[in-house]
């Protein structure tokens, strides 16, 4: 029963690891120009001449969705202590950055770092998940994050590529349609909602379906 409850805590674990990587990755990624422009007393926060880096720091941040998966991929290995496998993934990670850098740098510059960056991380993820699933098998709810992905994925798209005036309003109105759409995509599971609306007190204001308790 320990077992089962134990896979059950690492099967959520994951799940609201990457919620709060993804709503990371939605908030920098929207707000990453509005802060390095952001006046003070006339003078803005950066220099114009860095105005321009800022494309960089939304996959910088997404590197380390796949980055956070990996470190929950750790558990089968260090629970069943076989520490020897993750010279494997470091090495195939660390050759994989590597020659992303060599390929993508003298095409891309800064971004073909960055995005080698995701490529290393992504690398020692997907090397880590089936020796892991082997050694102590976890049930990830893939569904789940698929459907938390393509939200993000929609609200990004919006943010970067459709210009609205008001840029910084439209902008927190999208990070405001986070959870919305979420909830719309059935991406809650309904006894989480549950505990949410007990945290914040509707079981002390008679919530429906919710019993008093007995003193």
């Known amino acids: 029963v320990k077992e089962k409850d134990a896979k059950e805590i690492f099967t959520k674990v994951l799940t609201y ?77 660390m050759a994989a950055n590597l020659a992303a850098n060599f390929l993508l740098i003298p095409v891309m510059g800064m971004m073909g770092a960055a995005w080698a960056r995701v490529i ?14 082997r050694l102590y098998r976890v049930p990830y709810e893939f569904g789940r994050i698929a459907k938390l992905a393509a939200v993000v994925a929609v609200i990004f798209f919006a943010g970067t590529r459709i210009h609205l005036p008001y840029g910084f309003f439209y902008h927190l109105a999208l990070l405001l349609l986070f959870p919305v759409l979420l909830k719309l995509v059935g991406f809650f599971d309904a006894t989480e909602i549950a505990k949410v609306r007990s945290l914040f007190g509707g079981a002390g204001r008679g919530t429906p379906g919710v019993s008093e308790p007995v003193g």
């Open 17 to 93: 690891v990457m919620v709060v990587c993804f709503g990371v990755f939605l908030l920098v990624s929207l707000f990453i120009d509005h802060l390095v422009r952001l006046r003070i007393g006339g003078i803005t926060l950066f220099g114009r001449d860095f105005w321009d880096c800022t494309a960089v720091v939304p996959v910088l941040m997404f590197a380390y969705i796949p980055y956070a998966a990996h470190v929950n991929f750790l558990i089968g290995i260090y629970l069943e202590k076989k520490t020897g496998y993750l010279p494997l993934s470091t090495g195939l990670g």
């Open 120 to 133: 290393a991380y992504t690398v020692m993820a997907a090397t880590l998940y089936p020796i892991g699933q």
